[in-house]
């Protein structure tokens, strides 16, 4: 197995809205219902990738939209460390 650099633009291959809080291990310490779960995709990796969506206007997503690759602040654990994921909001 080997690291590989994605790009940080894809194509919204799909999504949905989803209108409970996230389940682990995407627990939040602020609520963010309603919130889209998206699936982009990275042409030239040949790879889709799922995440949260945010700092986007649900009413806004479309199939094969642009998106980019940004970080997303979950929770601090209890060692006091910021614990984030990867998340994709839409380029405007």
């Known amino acids: ?3 590989v650099l994605l790009a940080q633009k894809g194509k919204l291959a799909s999504y949905t809205i989803q209108y409970y809080p996230c389940p ?15 699936l982009v995709e ?15 206007d649900l009413k806004s997503l479309k199939i094969g939209m ?14 006091k460390q910021q614990v984030v994921t990867w998340a994709f909001k839409a380029i405007k």
């Open 1 to 3: 197995m080997e690291d």
């Open 42 to 56: 990275f042409e030239d990796e040949k790879i889709q990738i799922t995440g949260i969506i945010t700092d986007t």
């Open 66 to 79: 642009e998106m980019e690759t940004t970080i997303l602040d979950m929770y601090t654990n209890e060692e």
């Open 24 to 38: 682990a291990p995407f627990k939040t310490e602020k609520k963010i219902t309603p919130y889209g779960i998206g």
